[in-house]
């Protein structure tokens, strides 16, 4: 509890040391500090590739794995070797409902839960205590009011704009 992406990210790569893994996938970013930190460190960690914004998988052969990363004009195509590391954007898939059967046999199955000892880490490496950014407060700004588009020629719109900032005493 309380851990930043530091402490958070040698957490997990603890747990993923325990099992054996090809393909780590993980989302692009947590909603508490959305830095999109943690996978990447991970995969430092780990000491395998990682590949951020995944959009689309495009080849799989078992020893590499093409994928489409995300750009905000486009993509890129790249092919990794395995074992890596993956965040993925929600494009990449479209989720599934599970079957009411599914979600009562998913009550039933058993989960490993890790404690310090079984990452390797000592007590003051995990959480609150191994954090070197302490979190002073956290908060959703306001929401801002919804944007106005202008239309006619740029001298009018210029016009428009020039008045309603005088309107709002910003000019």
Same mark, same amino acid.
């Given at each position: 509890?309380?851990?930043?992406?530091?402490?958070?990210?040698?957490?997990?790569?603890?747990?993923?040391?325990?099992?054996?893994?090809?393909?780590?996938?993980?989302?692009?970013?947590?909603?508490?500090?959305?830095?999109?930190?943690?996978?990447?460190?991970?995969?430092?960690?780990?000491?395998?590739?990682?590949?951020?914004?995944?959009?689309?998988?495009?080849?799989?052969?078992?020893?590499?794995?093409?994928?489409?990363?995300?750009?905000?004009?486009?993509?890129? =195509?790249?092919?990794?070797? =395995?074992?890596?590391?993956?965040?993925?954007?929600?494009?990449?898939?479209?989720?599934?409902?599970?079957?009411?059967?599914?979600?009562?046999?998913?009550?039933?199955?058993?989960?490993?839960?890790?404690?310090?000892?079984?990452?390797?880490?000592?007590?003051?490496?995990?959480?609150?205590?191994?954090?070197?950014?302490?979190?002073?407060?956290?908060?959703?700004?306001?929401?801002?009011?919804?944007?106005?588009?202008?239309?006619?020629?740029?001298?009018?719109?210029?016009?428009?704009?020039?008045?309603?900032?005088?309107?709002?005493? =910003?000019?």
């Amino acid at each position: 509890g309380g851990a930043d992406t530091w402490a958070t990210s040698s957490t997990i790569a603890g747990a993923l040391r325990n099992i054996d893994y090809d393909i780590i996938i993980a989302g692009r970013q947590a909603i508490d500090g959305d830095t999109a930190q943690v996978g990447p460190q991970v995969a430092m960690r780990l000491g395998i590739p990682v590949v951020t914004y995944v959009q689309e998988i495009v080849d799989y052969t078992g020893d590499k794995i093409k994928v489409q990363r995300q750009l905000e004009d486009g993509y890129e =195509l790249i092919e990794v070797k =395995l074992p890596c590391f993956l965040t993925c954007v929600k494009e990449l898939n479209e989720p599934r409902y599970m079957s009411v059967g599914s979600i009562v046999d998913a009550y039933k199955k058993d989960i490993k839960v890790y404690n310090h000892e079984d990452v390797n880490l000592d007590p003051k490496d995990c959480g609150l205590n191994a954090s070197p950014t302490q979190v002073f407060r956290s908060f959703t700004p306001p929401v801002k009011g919804k944007g106005e588009m202008l239309q006619g020629s740029n001298k009018d719109m210029a016009k428009e704009l020039v008045s309603k900032l005088k309107e709002k005493h =910003l000019i």
